[in-house]
């Protein structure tokens, strides 16, 4: 048993509804006017980790304000609903969005996105092509190590 004035207790009903509210207003924020508050938005909703927000951030990857920021906050996320959507994102005329795309793609590790990422490997981009490889190379780890 763990010492009572250092062990964490579970998080409260009211904590969770903090949270969900919080998460809820950055989900709100992410559709705003103001391009500072989207792009703040997607970040923190990548901190909070709230498989709630998935798809908002999917759905933001078509803002050419924030999808970097989106692609980034999916990727720290993990979630694999993201795989598809990020894979289409490989092909935007922004090397700095196919960049990130890469990286989340290679973060989730699904095998889905290896031929995409693959054709990566030929990105006109110093940077995407990098990522594209990082990327591949995480998945390839991801693969030889056995599943417990």
Known sequence: ????????????GQDKERKRRLVNSYIALLQ???LDSRWKAAEALADHGDETAVEPLIAALNDPYVDVQCAWALGKMGDVRAVEPLIETLTDPKAP???????ALGKIGDDRAIAPLTALLQD???????AAKAALETLQKKKSVPAP
């Not at 969005?97 to 990286?103: G, H, P």
């Open 1 to 12: 048993m763990g010492d009572p004035e250092t062990t964490r207790p579970d998080e409260t």
């Open 32 to 34: 705003s006017e103001l």
């Open 97 to 103: 969005v196919r960049k990130d795309a890469a990286w």
């Open 124 to 130: 006109n981009d110093d940077d995407v092509r990098n």
